[in-house]
């Protein structure tokens, strides 16, 4: 039964595969041979363009095929047998052909791969036999190279910096380089966002280019590939104190602070008097790293005589040392003066000075020189009392009273005058004019 079954077989094969040119004169019509109307194709079969991983459909419209039979081959790399009609010639399960009608037929390929990429042909063995071409393209998306692409890097400052990444895909994936951070790329270039190539070169880097740089790969077909690669550049520390020198009263509380760059990062401490202080009630001591930054911190406590002293900020990596020096001094404490309160409706007692001899001030003259005319003007009155009588000399010793007294008192601008008598203010015309300090 099987060499019957390959007899048959190859009955129906013979007119196929081998050329026809050969085989014209061996071909064997099906029955219709010499009649009006000969298979033919309507329109060609198309060419297929689909990512890996897909299901491609080749597709080919015969008509008047009457008893000839359809065939799907692979044309290359060479010539394979896959299908004759409905029945899969080839061990492969992925392949099936489905007829629609006598007329449509197509072949299904479920889970393309790379390998399943070439040219396809449909044809029927009539007489002469035809056939059409159809080319099967196979997108496969960009993957990265693990083993021919850069990881993580170290290097010191200065050095020169070289990042390969590799990529497969099909077509041909574009590499693009960028930082994670998003800032430009130290190329030469300037505002270089994106460089493009396999290849990302930095002659002399600096701290400013450490960071995460992403490789991408990318070709059109989805998803595209990325990788991260860290570069970590080293470099010594470095220390900067924006204030050198704190003053603070006993029993306050100081802070101080130091600004440090280094790579790796460094190891920190706080020194006074060649001691190290450690964290403690009397001590508070805070380190805040960002990236190659580090801010040491340091407050002390209820400050005493033996806290004024010089510090140190130091900073030590396996590429050297640094250190920052920090002075705290004393500064008195201030008490504040008491404040007279506004609540008292008590009202101090006042003080006038009432013009005298002795008190009597004059713009432009001394103290002895207003004595001296103050002595005249009373002998001057005590003339004119006796020539006046008992009337005058009660008169004269009224104003003379008021002159030195100061008996009527006004106000003006809560400040008060003496008011002069008649007589006196005559003398105080002679003499200049008289003021008199009054005051709350």
Same mark, same amino acid.
């Given at each position: 039964?099987?060499?019957?079954l %390959?007899?048959? !077989?190859?009955?129906f094969?013979i +007119?196929? $595969?081998?050329?026809?040119? #050969?085989?014209?004169?061996?071909? &064997?019509?099906?029955?219709?041979?010499?009649?009006?109307?000969?298979?033919?194709?309507?329109g060609s079969?198309?060419?297929?363009?689909?990512?890996?991983?897909?299901e491609?459909?080749?597709?080919c419209?015969?008509?008047?095929?009457?008893?000839?039979?359809?065939?799907w081959l692979?044309?290359?790399?060479?010539?394979t047998?896959?299908?004759?009609?409905?029945?899969?010639?080839?061990?492969?399960?992925?392949?099936?052909?489905?007829?629609?009608?006598?007329?449509?037929?197509s072949?299904?390929?479920?889970?393309?791969?790379e390998?399943?990429?070439?040219?396809?042909?449909?044809?029927?063995?009539?007489?002469p036999?035809i056939?059409? %071409?159809?080319? !099967?393209?196979?997108?496969v998306? +960009?993957? $990265?190279?693990?083993n021919? #692409?850069?990881s993580?890097?170290? &290097?010191?400052?200065?050095?020169k910096?070289?990042?390969?990444?590799?990529?497969?895909?099909?077509?041909?994936?574009?590499?693009?380089?960028?930082?994670?951070?998003?800032?430009?790329?130290?190329?030469?270039?300037?505002?270089?966002?994106?460089?493009?190539?396999?290849?990302?070169?930095?002659?002399?880097?600096?701290?400013?280019?450490?960071?995460?740089y992403?490789?991408?790969?990318?070709?059109?077909?989805?998803?595209?590939r990325?990788?991260?690669?860290?570069?970590?550049?080293?470099?010594?520390p470095?220390?900067?104190?924006?204030?050198?020198?704190?003053?603070?009263?006993?029993?306050?509380?100081?802070?101080?602070?130091?600004e440090?760059?280094?790579?790796?990062?460094?190891?920190?401490?706080w $020194?006074?008097?060649?001691?190290m202080?450690?964290?403690?009630?009397?001590?508070?001591?805070?380190?805040?790293?960002?990236?190659?930054?580090?801010?040491?911190?340091?407050?002390?406590?209820?400050?005493?005589?033996?806290?004024?002293?010089?510090?140190?900020c130091?900073?030590?990596?396996t590429?050297?040392?640094?250190?920052g020096?920090?002075?705290?001094?004393?500064?008195?404490?201030?008490?504040?003066?008491?404040?007279?309160?506004?609540?008292?409706t008590?009202?101090?007692?006042?003080?006038?000075?009432?013009?005298?001899?002795?008190?009597?001030?004059?713009?432009?003259?001394?103290r002895?020189?207003?004595?001296?005319?103050?002595?005249?003007?009373?002998?001057?009155?005590?003339?004119?009392?006796?020539?006046?009588?008992?009337?005058?000399?009660?008169?004269?010793?009224?104003?003379?009273?008021?002159?030195?007294?100061?008996?009527?008192?006004?106000k003006?601008?809560?400040?008060?005058?003496?008011?002069?008598?008649?007589?006196?203010?005559?003398?105080?015309?002679?003499?200049?004019?008289?003021?008199?300090?009054?005051w709350?």
């Amino acid at each position: 039964m099987t060499i019957v079954l %390959k007899v048959i !077989l190859c009955f129906f094969l013979i +007119p196929i $595969i081998i050329p026809s040119s #050969t085989v014209n004169a061996k071909r &064997l019509n099906s029955g219709i041979h010499g009649t009006k109307h000969h298979p033919k194709f309507i329109g060609s079969v198309e060419n297929i363009t689909i990512p890996i991983g897909k299901e491609a459909t080749l597709t080919c419209n015969v008509e008047n095929l009457g008893n000839h039979r359809v065939a799907w081959l692979r044309a290359d790399p060479e010539v394979t047998l896959l299908t004759l009609e409905t029945s899969i010639i080839v061990k492969d399960n992925r392949l099936r052909v489905t007829n629609d009608i006598n007329k449509l037929w197509s072949l299904h390929i479920k889970n393309v791969t790379e390998n399943d990429r070439g040219t396809y042909m449909c044809e029927v063995n009539s007489e002469p036999m035809i056939s059409r %071409k159809a080319y !099967l393209d196979i997108l496969v998306p +960009p993957s $990265i190279v693990d083993n021919e #692409t850069s990881s993580d890097t170290v &290097l010191d400052e200065r050095s020169k910096l070289s990042l390969h990444c590799k990529a497969n895909g099909y077509p041909t994936p574009v590499i693009i380089w960028r930082r994670e951070d998003g800032k430009n790329l130290s190329t030469g270039f300037i505002g270089a966002s994106k460089v493009e190539g396999e290849y990302l070169n930095i002659s002399q880097v600096t701290r400013d280019d450490m960071g995460a740089y992403l490789c991408i790969a990318s070709n059109g077909v989805l998803p595209s590939r990325s990788k991260r690669i860290f570069v970590q550049v080293n470099f010594p520390p470095k220390i900067r104190a924006g204030q050198l020198s704190f003053g603070a009263a006993k029993g306050s509380h100081v802070d101080l602070q130091c600004e440090v760059e280094a790579s790796p990062k460094p190891m920190t401490s706080w $020194i006074r008097k060649d001691q190290m202080l450690f964290a403690s009630k009397k001590y508070k001591i805070e380190e805040i790293v960002n990236f190659y930054n580090v801010t040491m911190k340091l407050r002390i406590n209820d400050l005493e005589e033996k806290d004024f002293a010089a510090y140190k900020c130091v900073a030590k990596n396996t590429l050297g040392e640094r250190e920052g020096r920090l002075r705290v001094y004393e500064i008195p404490s201030t008490t504040p003066f008491p404040v007279r309160s506004t609540s008292s409706t008590h009202k101090p007692s006042r003080k006038v000075f009432t013009a005298s001899t002795a008190t009597i001030f004059s713009p432009g003259n001394n103290r002895k020189d207003e004595k001296v005319k103050s002595n005249s003007m009373r002998e001057m009155a005590q003339k004119r009392e006796s020539l006046n009588g008992n009337n005058v000399n009660k008169k004269s010793n009224y104003d003379q009273t008021n002159v030195f007294s100061g008996s009527n008192e006004i106000k003006s601008s809560g400040v008060m005058i003496k008011q002069l008598g008649y007589n006196g203010l005559k003398i105080l015309t002679m003499a200049g004019f008289i003021t008199v300090f009054t005051w709350w």
